[in-house]
């Protein structure tokens, strides 16, 4: 699959935008501050209605306006279909898939892309909550259906600790309780099939990294990742963000989702007495891990900023990689906002190689020269808040972007 043309109207900088997309590598380049990142996060959107960079909707509106239009025409192989969406500044957005209202989680189905951006390295040395969702976005990609699953835990999990919140501010629990083990049940079955999912995933994708990974850098540093799972700690312990990487650390191996649910329920009999005292609830996805690693060795602590970032990057290449085996929608896009900055002249060589392979690959950089010349055959300069086809070229009709709002 690729997006062979992009339109935008009142989205982030851009007042209206129109740009068309070639196979393979496709560069944006042009100095910071000019609209490359808005661009390309502009087509992530498409396939997930959401943003890697801002958490609410109204940041990608044009100031000034009161919703923006995002619009993709997607090609694989003799097939072609177009998806809109309207991004509102306040309220619920809508996406048509051929003219059709689709739901947010059903997107995946006809677009995918895997985004690696500067904010990855995080992946490596943040909280446990951004490992988490790229875990996630990476399991709601490959299955819809559990894109629903965690929303709905997500639903229970709020009222569960709202129930928690109450029995610890009143000291009544008799009738909490009743009611907290109907939650409980619920917890447990939506939270089981995430447990599930992940463990599935740590074991599909950590061979995946550890090739590229290698491929990267050139050595095997025995790259891989598995899971820190609260359900399966060990009895009177609780899982903790402070906590060493190797402390109740069980992947689960070939467990059983009906032993997960077992695990689950046993877990949050046993964490009762200290969820009501905390008013919070203690076990369960929410308060899982992912633990990346390197020739034995915990990466968040022992990894170097380079080695961080080649894994980061890895982990990103390693996605892709599995969404294209699996997909019956061709190669996933590929795009890398703002990375081969970060790289020696060697890897960025390394990278170019790597994604030689996919279908298209979408590329932003503020200096042409660090972008490896195989990769800067289709090049969209971006200048003075206008799109141009080349470095001194005047704008294109009806290309032309306007200063207001963010820009990357």
Do not use: C
């Not at 990974?213 to 790259?223: F, I, N, P, Q, S």
């Not at 695990?263 to 949050?268: E, G, I, N």
């Not at 060589?349 to 289709?378: C, K, M, N, W, Y």
């Amino acid at each position: 699959m690729r997006i062979s043309k992009l339109e935008l109207v009142d989205f982030r900088n851009y007042e209206r935008a129109s740009l068309e997309f070639g196979e393979g590598p496709q560069l944006l380049v042009g100095r910071n501050g000019q609209g490359k990142t808005n661009l390309v996060e502009a087509v992530g959107y498409l396939a997930t209605l959401s943003s890697h960079r801002v958490s609410s909707d109204a940041a990608l509106v044009r100031h000034g306006a009161e919703f923006a239009i995002v619009r993709g025409e997607l090609r694989h192989e003799q097939r072609s279909m177009s998806i809109d969406v309207r991004v509102q500044k306040s309220g619920s957005n809508t996406a048509k898939v051929n003219g059709r209202t689709v739901k947010a989680r059903e997107l995946p189905r006809y677009f995918t892309t895997v985004l690696f951006a500067p904010e990855d390295l995080s992946l490596v040395r943040g909280d446990p909550s951004t490992r988490r969702d790229v875990l996630d976005q990476l399991i709601a990609t490959r299955s819809p259906r559990l894109a629903t699953v965690m929303s709905d835990y997500e639903r229970v999990l709020k009222q569960r600790n709202s129930l928690l919140k109450s029995a610890r501010a009143t000291g009544t629990r008799g009738a909490e309780l009743a009611t907290l083990e109907v939650w409980d049940d619920r917890l447990v079955g939506l939270g089981s099939q995430l447990v599930a999912a992940r463990i599935q995933l740590a074991a599909e994708l950590t061979p995946y990294v550890q090739a590229a990974y290698a491929r990267l850098v050139g050595e095997d540093h025995g790259a891989g990742l598995s899971m820190r799972l609260s359900v399966l700690a060990h009895a009177g312990s609780v899982i903790t963000d402070e906590q060493d990487e190797d402390s109740h650390l069980e992947t689960g191996g070939d467990i059983t989702l009906e032993e997960i649910e077992e695990r689950f329920a046993a877990r949050l009999e046993e964490l009762r007495p200290r969820e009501l005292d905390r008013g919070i609830s203690l076990v369960g996805p929410h308060r899982d891990d992912a633990v990346f690693w390197l020739n034995g060795l915990p990466a968040r602590v022992t990894a170097s900023h380079g080695e961080s970032w080649s894994f980061a990057l890895a982990l990103k290449l390693a996605a892709a990689e599995l969404v294209r085996r699996e997909s019956r929608a061709g190669d996933p896009v590929l795009i890398l906002d703002d990375v081969f900055a970060e790289l020696d002249a060697r890897r960025r060589s390394r990278l170019a190689e790597a994604i030689g392979e996919f279908e298209q690959v979408l590329i932003t950089a503020a200096v042409l020269e660090d972008v490896p010349d195989a990769l800067r055959q289709h090049a969209i300069h971006i200048r003075s808040g206008h799109i141009v086809p080349a470095p001194d070229a005047e704008p294109a009709r009806g290309t032309e972007e306007t200063s207001a709002g963010d820009a990357s």
